[in-house]
């Protein structure tokens, strides 16, 4: 398993930028499909992006496409989320999960490895 912590989460006011960080541990970073998810108060963990091992596919959910980039960095170990034109309803702990895998998915169950959280709060 992976050991991974995220960063760079805040409150912000709508329409503002964030970027999330996520550092993991070991040397096979580069075996794993790694994602951002979310989890508002009261409402189901979602995908919001996954990206492949190399970096070279991506899957955004619906409601964040156009507005979230998700890259990785295999030499730094660190997979990012950049988080433009934000919006209240973006407001939720973010988590960054991993899985060793070539598939990307998109279900909380499939990853095995998960972060702390890092909230994220957007202001009307």
């Known amino acids: 398993q992976v050991q991974l912590v995220e960063s760079g989460g805040g409150l912000v006011q709508a329409g503002g930028s964030l970027r999330l960080s996520c550092a993991a541990s070991?040397?096979?970073?580069?075996?794993?499909?790694m994602a951002w998810f979310r989890q508002a108060s009261g409402k189901e963990r979602e995908c919001v992006a996954a990206?492949?091992?190399?970096?070279?596919?991506?899957y955004y959910a619906d409601s964040v496409k156009g507005r979230f980039t998700i890259s990785r960095d295999n030499a730094k170990t660190t997979q990012y989320l950049q988080m433009n034109r934000l919006k209240p309803e973006d407001t939720a702990v973010y988590y960054c999960?991993?899985?060793?895998?070539?598939?990307?998915?998109?279900?909380?169950?499939?990853?095995?490895?998960w972060g702390q959280g890092t909230q994220v709060t957007v202001s009307s």
């Open positions: 999960a991993a899985r060793r895998d070539w598939i990307i998915y998109t279900s909380p169950t499939a990853f095995g490895s």
């Open positions: 070991g040397r096979t970073f580069g075996n794993y499909v």
């Open positions: 990206i492949s091992r190399s970096g070279d596919s991506t």
